[in-house]
C-alpha cells in the first residue's frame, strides 16, 4: 500500500535522467494511489437477530381485602417461628440426610411443638369436657331456680358476652368461608403456571444451541456478498487500472499520432522539396544559354556607334545573367534514402487500434481473472472451522439436551401430581366448607337461641304467653353446644394439620426466599451436595454466585455475561478468521494482468520513427537552399530592361537599329514569361519547402527521439504499474471482503455475549415460584388455617356462654318478685325432666 510513491520517485528520477521530461504526465501512480478511491467501504451488512425474545410474565398478587389478615397471619407466624434460617440443618439434610438429629429439628421447631401441646391439650381437653357435659347436663343445662335483683345483671352479662362471641365466631368463620374459596381460586391458576414455568425454562435451555447454530448458520450473508463482489472483481480492477493509466497512455497515443501526422507531412515536404529542386534544375540549364544568348545580342546591339542614349540600357545588358544557382545546394540523395518507404504505417488507424486495445483492458483484466477468481470463490465458499464447532464446544452444549429432556420428563410428570394436588385441593375444600358450615351452623344456634330466649324473656310479664319461646331459644343453644363439642377435634386436627404444613413454609421457604437467604445458602461452599452444584453441572471452570446470577438475570443479562463463560469458553477463537483470509489473501496474490497486447507502438511505425530519427532530416543545409532562394533568378529585371529596348527603339536615328531592337526587347519578354517566371515560381515553392523542414526538422527530431524514448520506457513500466495497482486494489479488495466477516465476527460477538440465551425467564420463573407458592397458596392457606383455628378456639367461651345463658332461659322456680300463688300458678314451669336434648 505504501510503495506507490517510492515508484512515483523512482520513476521521476528516471525521466530527468533520460533528459526527456518523463516524470510530467507520466507516472499515474501519484499520492493517491495507495487509496482505496474506486472501492468504497463495505455495506452494512443486516443480520437477522438469533436470539429468540425469551420473557416470562411476572406474576403479582392483586392488592385485595386480605391483605391485612395476610399480614396478621405472616406477624404470628414470626412470633412462632422465631428461629432465624437453619442453615446447618438444611446443609446436613441435603448432604447427609441419616446423620439429622431430632433434638436439632425439634430446636427448630420449638414454636410449632408448643403449638403442637396446646393443640393436644385442646384436642383431649373439649372432647373430655363434651363427655362430661352430657353426663352431668342436669346440673350444667338446669335452669334457674330462684330469681332475685342480682339476675337480671347476670343474664344480661351472659348474653352480651354470647353475642360478643358468636360475633367473633361469625367474623371467623366469614374470613374461613372467604380464604377456603380464595384458596380454592388460587388453585387452579397456580398449579396451570407450573408447566408455564416448566415450559419456559426448556425453551431457555433448548434454544441456546438452536441460537447458536443459526448464528454461526449467518455467516452465508458476509459470504454471499463476498461472492457476488468477486464476480465483478475482474472487471473492477480492470477499470481501475485503466483509470490511473489512461492519462499517461492516452498522452501518448496522442503523441504517437501527431508525430505520426508531422512525419507525414515531413517526409511529403522532402519530397515536394526534392521534386521542386530536380525542376528547378532542369529549369536552370535550359535558362542559363539563352540568357547568355540574349545578353550577348544587347550587347552587340548597344555598343554599336549609332546607338544613342544607349549607356544605362548597355548598363543594364552586361548584368544580364543567372542569380541563384541551386546546384550549390547540399545533395539531400542520403536523407531520401533513408526515408524511402517512409511512412510504412498508418499511424492514424495503429492509434485507434492502440486506443481499442487499452479501453478492452477492464474485461481483458476479467477474462486474465477468471480462473483466480473461481479459485476465490471456493475458499470463501468455505467455513471456518471456529464456526463450525461454535454452537457444539458452548459450555453447556451437552448439558443443554439433558436439562432440556429432564425438564420435559418434569413437565410431562408433574401433571399427573398437578391433577392429584388439585384433587386434594377440592377435597380440602369440601372439609373446610363442612367444617365453616358446622361452626357456621354453631353461630346460627346461639344467634337464633339468645333471639328465642330475649324474646322469651320479654314474654315472661304476659301472664297468657307460654315458656315455648324462652324453652327453644335454651334448646338451640344447647344444641349449639353439643355440636361444638362434636366439631371440635376435626377442627383442630386440620387447624393444627394445614398450621403445620403452612407454617414451615412460610417462616422456612418464603421468609428467607423472599430475603435471599436461600441464594446465599445456596453460595455458600459445602452447603449444597456435588450433584446440585450448578457449576460442576454446566461444566464451567468457576463457581458462580447464585444470588448476583439472580439479580444479573432480573436485569436481562445474557448466560455469558451470568455464567461468566469467558473463563471457560474461548470465543475468539472460534471468531477467528485469520487463516481463512491469510487463504484469501494467498488467491489474492495470484491476479495478474498482461499488458503485452498493449504495444503502443507498431513495428512498422517503429521502423517509420528510427528511420526519420537516423534520416539525418535535421543535418540539411537549409541555409545554402535559403541563400539560393534569396538571389534573383536572373540578376537583371527583365521586364523593365525589355520596357527600356522599346523606348530606346523608338528614340533611333536609324529604324534598322531601332528596329532590332525592338526585335530584342520583344524576345526578351518572350524569355522571361516562358523561362524565368516558371522557374521563380518553383523558387517560391521551394522557399515555402524548405522553410518549414528547417522549421520542422530539429523539433521533429527531438520529438521523435521523446516518443521513442516514452515508448520504450512505458513498454517496461507500465506492466509494472498495472501490477503495483492490482495489488494496491487487491489489498483494498481484500479490506473491503474482510470488512464483512468483520461485521459478523462483531455481530456473532455481541450477539452471543450479550442477547443469546438471556436468563430473565429463570430469574422470572424463580420469582413467579414464589408468588405462586408464597402469595397465591401459602397466605390464603395459612389464613385459612388462622380463620378456622380462630373459630375454633373461640368454641370454648361459646360453650360457656352459651351453657350458662341457656339456664337463663328456662322457665324458674320461683320469683322473689312476686308471692300471689295466681302469679305462681300462672308461671309455673314443668320440671326439666320433662325436657329432651
Same mark, same amino acid.
Given at each position: 500500500?505504501?510503495?506507490?510513491?517510492?515508484?512515483?520517485?523512482?520513476?521521476?528520477?528516471?525521466?530527468?535522467?533520460?533528459?526527456?521530461?518523463?516524470?510530467?504526465?507520466?507516472?499515474?501512480?501519484?499520492?493517491?494511489?495507495?487509496?482505496?478511491?474506486?472501492?468504497?467501504?463495505?455495506?452494512?451488512?443486516?443480520?437477522?437477530?438469533?436470539?429468540?425474545?425469551?420473557?416470562?410474565?411476572? /406474576?403479582?398478587?392483586?392488592?385485595?381485602?386480605?391483605?391485612?389478615?395476610?399480614?396478621?397471619?405472616?406477624?404470628?407466624?414470626?412470633?412462632?417461628?422465631?428461629?432465624?434460617?437453619?442453615?446447618?440443618?438444611?446443609?446436613?439434610?441435603?448432604?447427609?440426610?441419616?446423620?439429622?438429629?431430632?433434638?436439632?429439628?425439634?430446636?427448630?421447631?420449638?414454636?410449632?411443638?408448643?403449638?403442637?401441646?396446646?393443640?393436644?391439650?385442646?384436642?383431649?381437653?373439649?372432647?373430655?369436657?363434651?363427655?362430661?357435659?352430657?353426663?352431668?347436663?342436669?346440673?350444667?343445662?338446669?335452669?334457674?331456680?330462684?330469681?332475685?335483683?342480682?339476675? &337480671?345483671?347476670?343474664?344480661?352479662?351472659?348474653?352480651?358476652?354470647?353475642?360478643?362471641?358468636?360475633?367473633?365466631?361469625?367474623?371467623?368463620?366469614?374470613?374461613?368461608?372467604?380464604?377456603?374459596?380464595?384458596?380454592?381460586?388460587?388453585?387452579?391458576?397456580?398449579?396451570?403456571?407450573?408447566?408455564?414455568?416448566?415450559?419456559?425454562?426448556?425453551?431457555?435451555?433448548?434454544?441456546?444451541?438452536?441460537?447458536?447454530? #443459526?448464528?454461526?448458520?449467518?455467516?452465508?450473508?458476509?459470504?454471499?456478498?463476498?461472492?457476488?463482489?468477486?464476480?465483478?472483481?475482474?472487471?473492477?480492477?480492470?477499470?481501475?487500472?485503466?483509470?490511473?493509466?489512461?492519462?499517461?497512455?492516452?498522452?501518448? @497515443?496522442?503523441?504517437?499520432?501527431?508525430?505520426?501526422?508531422?512525419?507525414?507531412?515531413?517526409?511529403?515536404?522532402?519530397?515536394?522539396?526534392?521534386?521542386?529542386?530536380?525542376?528547378?534544375?532542369?529549369? !536552370?540549364?535550359?535558362?542559363?544559354?539563352?540568357?547568355?544568348?540574349?545578353?550577348?545580342?544587347?550587347?552587340?546591339?548597344?555598343?554599336?556607334?549609332?546607338? !544613342?542614349?544607349?549607356?544605362?540600357? !548597355?548598363?543594364?545588358?552586361?548584368?544580364? =545573367?543567372?542569380?541563384?544557382?541551386?546546384?550549390?545546394?547540399?545533395?539531400?540523395?542520403?536523407?531520401?534514402?533513408?526515408?524511402?518507404?517512409?511512412?510504412?504505417?498508418?499511424?492514424?488507424?495503429?492509434?485507434?487500434?492502440?486506443?481499442?486495445?487499452?479501453?478492452?483492458?477492464?474485461?481483458?483484466?476479467?477474462?486474465?481473472?477468471?480462473?483466480?477468481?473461481?479459485?476465490?470463490?471456493?475458499?470463501?465458499?468455505?467455513?471456518?472451522?471456529?464456526?463450525?464447532?461454535?454452537?457444539?464446544?458452548?459450555?453447556?452444549?451437552? #448439558?443443554?439436551?439433558?436439562?432440556?429432556?429432564?425438564?420435559?420428563?418434569?413437565?410431562?410428570?408433574?401433571?399427573?401430581?398437578?391433577?392429584?394436588?388439585?384433587?386434594?385441593?377440592?377435597?380440602?375444600?369440601?372439609?373446610?366448607?363442612?367444617?365453616?358450615?358446622?361452626?357456621?351452623?354453631?353461630?346460627?344456634?346461639?344467634?337464633?337461641?339468645?333471639?328465642?330466649?330475649?324474646?322469651?324473656?320479654?314474654?315472661?310479664?304476659?301472664?297468657?304467653?307460654?315458656? #315455648?319461646?324462652?324453652?327453644?331459644?335454651?334448646?338451640?343453644?344447647?344444641?349449639?353446644?353439643?355440636?361444638?363439642?362434636?366439631?371440635?377435634?376435626?377442627?383442630?386436627?386440620?387447624?393444627?394439620?394445614?398450621?403445620?404444613?403452612?407454617?414451615?413454609? =412460610?417462616?422456612?421457604?418464603?421468609?428467607?426466599?423472599?430475603?435471599?437467604?436461600?441464594?446465599?445458602?445456596?453460595?455458600?461452599?459445602?452447603?449444597?451436595?456435588?450433584?446440585?452444584?450448578?457449576?460442576?453441572?454446566?461444566?464451567?471452570?468457576?463457581?458462580?454466585?447464585?444470588?448476583?446470577?439472580?439479580?444479573?438475570?432480573?436485569?436481562?443479562?445474557?448466560?455469558?455475561?451470568?455464567?461468566?463463560?469467558?473463563?471457560?469458553?474461548?470465543?475468539?477463537?472460534?471468531?477467528?478468521?485469520?487463516?481463512?483470509?491469510?487463504?484469501?489473501?494467498?488467491?489474492?496474490?495470484?491476479?495478474?494482468?498482461?499488458?503485452?497486447?498493449?504495444?503502443?507502438?507498431?513495428?512498422?511505425?517503429?521502423?517509420?520513427?528510427?528511420?526519420?530519427?537516423?534520416?539525418?532530416?535535421?543535418?540539411?543545409?537549409?541555409?545554402?537552399?535559403?541563400?539560393?532562394?534569396?538571389?534573383?533568378?536572373?540578376?537583371?529585371?527583365?521586364?523593365? @530592361?525589355?520596357?527600356?529596348?522599346?523606348?530606346?527603339?523608338?528614340?533611333?536615328?536609324?529604324?534598322?537599329?531601332?528596329?532590332?531592337?525592338?526585335?530584342?526587347? !520583344?524576345?526578351?519578354?518572350?524569355?522571361?514569361?516562358?523561362?524565368?517566371?516558371?522557374?521563380?515560381?518553383?523558387?517560391?515553392?521551394?522557399?515555402?519547402?524548405?522553410?518549414?523542414?528547417?522549421?520542422?526538422?530539429?523539433?521533429?527530431?527531438?520529438?521523435?527521439?521523446?516518443?521513442?524514448?516514452?515508448?520504450?520506457?512505458?513498454?517496461?513500466?507500465?506492466?509494472?504499474?498495472?501490477?503495483?495497482?492490482?495489488?494496491?486494489?487487491?489489498?483494498?479488495?481484500?479490506?473491503?471482503?474482510?470488512?464483512?466477516?468483520?461485521?459478523?465476527?462483531?455481530?456473532?460477538?455481541?450477539?452471543?455475549?450479550?442477547?443469546?440465551?438471556?436468563?430473565?425467564?429463570?430469574?422470572?420463573?424463580?420469582?413467579?415460584?414464589?408468588?405462586?407458592?408464597?402469595?397465591?397458596?401459602?397466605?390464603?392457606?395459612? &389464613?385459612?388455617?388462622?380463620?378456622?383455628?380462630?373459630?375454633?378456639?373461640?368454641?370454648?367461651?361459646?360453650?360457656?356462654?352459651?351453657?350458662?345463658?341457656?339456664?337463663?332461659?328456662?322457665?324458674?322456680?320461683?320469683?322473689?318478685?312476686?308471692?300471689?300463688?295466681?302469679?305462681?300458678?300462672?308461671?309455673?314451669?314443668? /320440671?326439666?325432666?320433662?325436657?329432651?336434648?
Amino acid at each position: 500500500m505504501t510503495r506507490a510513491p517510492g515508484l512515483l520517485a523512482t520513476l521521476l528520477g528516471l525521466g530527468l535522467g533520460l533528459g526527456l521530461g518523463l516524470g510530467l504526465g507520466l507516472s499515474p501512480l501519484g499520492a493517491g494511489a495507495a487509496e482505496c478511491g474506486s472501492l468504497s467501504s463495505a455495506q452494512r451488512l443486516a443480520f437477522a437477530p438469533a436470539a429468540r425474545v425469551h420473557w416470562l410474565a411476572p /406474576r403479582v398478587r392483586p392488592p385485595g381485602a386480605l391483605n391485612p389478615l395476610y399480614g396478621t397471619v405472616r406477624r404470628f407466624l414470626s412470633v412462632v417461628q422465631l428461629n432465624p434460617f437453619p442453615a446447618e440443618l438444611v446443609k446436613t439434610l441435603l448432604n447427609e440426610p441419616a446423620s439429622v438429629k431430632v433434638d436439632e429439628v425439634v430446636r427448630y421447631e420449638v414454636g410449632y411443638v408448643v403449638c403442637a401441646v396446646i393443640a393436644g391439650l385442646y384436642l383431649l381437653a373439649v372432647p373430655i369436657a363434651g363427655l362430661c357435659f352430657c353426663c352431668c347436663r342436669r346440673r350444667c343445662g338446669g335452669r334457674v331456680k330462684t330469681e332475685h335483683k342480682a339476675t &337480671a345483671c347476670e343474664r344480661g352479662t351472659l348474653m352480651a358476652f354470647l353475642l360478643l362471641t358468636t360475633l367473633v365466631l361469625l367474623t371467623g368463620v366469614v374470613c374461613a368461608f372467604v380464604t377456603n374459596q380464595h384458596m380454592h381460586e388460587q388453585m387452579g391458576p397456580s398449579v396451570e403456571a407450573v408447566p408455564e414455568i416448566l415450559l419456559s425454562l426448556r425453551g431457555l435451555v433448548s434454544d441456546v444451541p438452536r441460537e447458536l447454530q #443459526a448464528v454461526a448458520q449467518q455467516f452465508s450473508l458476509p459470504q454471499k456478498q463476498v461472492l457476488e463482489e468477486l464476480d465483478g472483481v475482474g472487471m473492477n480492477i480492470g477499470s481501475t487500472i485503466h483509470t490511473q493509466l489512461k492519462s499517461t497512455v492516452y498522452e501518448m @497515443l496522442a503523441s504517437v499520432s501527431s508525430l505520426g501526422q508531422a512525419l507525414q507531412v515531413s517526409v511529403d515536404h522532402l519530397q515536394a522539396l526534392n521534386s521542386t529542386l530536380v525542376e528547378l534544375w532542369k529549369g !536552370q540549364q535550359g535558362l542559363e544559354p539563352s540568357v547568355q544568348e540574349c545578353r550577348k545580342r544587347l550587347l552587340g546591339l548597344l555598343e554599336e556607334p549609332s546607338c !544613342q542614349g544607349c549607356t544605362e540600357a !548597355q548598363n543594364r545588358a552586361r548584368a544580364l =545573367q543567372l542569380g541563384a544557382d541551386f546546384h550549390q545546394v547540399s545533395p539531400m540523395d542520403d536523407v531520401l534514402h533513408r526515408l524511402k518507404g517512409v511512412p510504412e504505417a498508418n499511424f492514424s488507424s495503429m492509434v485507434q487500434g492502440e486506443n481499442s486495445t487499452f479501453n478492452a483492458l477492464p474485461l481483458l483484466a476479467a477474462l486474465q481473472m477468471a480462473d483466480v477468481v473461481k479459485e476465490l470463490k471456493k475458499v470463501v465458499a468455505q467455513k471456518p472451522e471456529g464456526l463450525k464447532t461454535l454452537a457444539e464446544e458452548f459450555p453447556g452444549w451437552e #448439558a443443554a439436551a439433558r436439562w432440556s429432556q429432564a425438564l420435559e420428563e418434569v413437565e410431562q410428570r408433574s401433571r399427573p401430581y398437578l391433577q392429584e394436588v388439585q384433587r386434594y385441593e377440592k377435597h380440602r375444600w369440601i372439609w373446610g366448607y363442612v367444617l365453616c358450615s358446622g361452626v357456621l351452623f354453631v353461630v346460627v344456634c346461639n344467634l337464633l337461641g339468645l333471639n328465642l330466649g330475649i324474646w322469651g324473656l320479654s314474654a315472661r310479664e304476659d301472664p297468657s304467653h307460654s315458656e #315455648a319461646k324462652g324453652e327453644a331459644g335454651a334448646r338451640l343453644l344447647l344444641i349449639g353446644v353439643g355440636f361444638s363439642f362434636l366439631i371440635a377435634a376435626p377442627l383442630i386436627l386440620l387447624v393444627f394439620a394445614t398450621f403445620l404444613v403452612g407454617g414451615n413454609v =412460610q417462616t422456612l421457604v418464603c421468609q428467607s426466599w423472599e430475603s435471599k437467604e436461600l441464594y446465599k445458602f445456596a453460595d455458600t461452599p459445602g452447603n449444597l451436595p456435588p450433584s446440585m452444584n450448578l457449576s460442576q453441572l454446566l461444566g464451567l471452570k468457576k463457581n458462580i454466585s447464585i444470588l448476583l446470577a439472580y439479580h444479573h438475570c432480573k436485569e436481562g443479562a445474557a448466560l455469558w455475561s451470568v455464567l461468566q463463560l469467558n473463563d471457560s469458553y474461548d470465543l475468539e477463537k472460534h471468531l477467528n478468521i485469520s487463516q481463512y483470509t491469510a487463504k484469501l489473501q494467498q488467491e489474492l496474490q495470484n491476479l495478474k494482468v498482461d499488458m503485452k497486447n498493449l504495444d503502443l507502438l507498431s513495428p512498422a511505425a517503429h521502423r517509420d520513427l528510427e528511420a526519420l530519427q537516423s534520416s539525418g532530416l535535421e543535418k540539411i543545409h537549409y541555409s545554402s537552399f535559403l541563400v539560393q532562394i534569396q538571389k534573383p533568378v536572373v540578376n537583371t529585371n527583365m521586364e523593365m @530592361l525589355a520596357q527600356e529596348l522599346e523606348e530606346l527603339a523608338r528614340t533611333q536615328g536609324s529604324s534598322m537599329l531601332g528596329q532590332q531592337l525592338q526585335q530584342e526587347a !520583344q524576345q526578351l519578354q518572350n524569355l522571361y514569361r516562358e523561362k524565368v517566371l516558371p522557374q521563380e515560381s518553383l523558387v517560391a515553392k521551394l522557399n515555402i519547402t524548405v522553410r518549414a523542414l528547417a522549421s520542422e526538422a530539429p523539433n521533429l527530431q527531438m520529438e521523435t527521439s521523446g516518443v521513442l524514448d516514452k515508448v520504450t520506457y512505458l513498454k517496461g513500466e507500465l506492466p509494472t504499474w498495472a501490477t503495483s495497482i492490482l495489488r494496491n486494489e487487491s489489498e483494498c479488495f481484500l479490506t473491503r471482503e474482510v470488512d464483512y466477516f468483520s461485521q459478523y465476527v462483531a455481530w456473532v460477538r455481541e450477539e452471543v455475549t450479550q442477547r443469546i440465551a438471556t436468563c430473565q425467564p429463570l430469574s422470572g420463573a424463580l420469582d413467579n415460584s414464589r408468588v405462586i407458592l408464597c402469595d397465591m397458596m401459602a397466605d390464603p392457606w395459612n &389464613a385459612f388455617w388462622f380463620c378456622l383455628a380462630w373459630c375454633t378456639f373461640f368454641l370454648i367461651p361459646s360453650i360457656i356462654f352459651a351453657v350458662k345463658t341457656s339456664k337463663h332461659f328456662h322457665p324458674i322456680w320461683k320469683c322473689l318478685s312476686s308471692t300471689s300463688s295466681e302469679e305462681t300458678q300462672l308461671f309455673h314451669i314443668p /320440671r326439666v325432666t320433662s325436657l329432651k336434648l
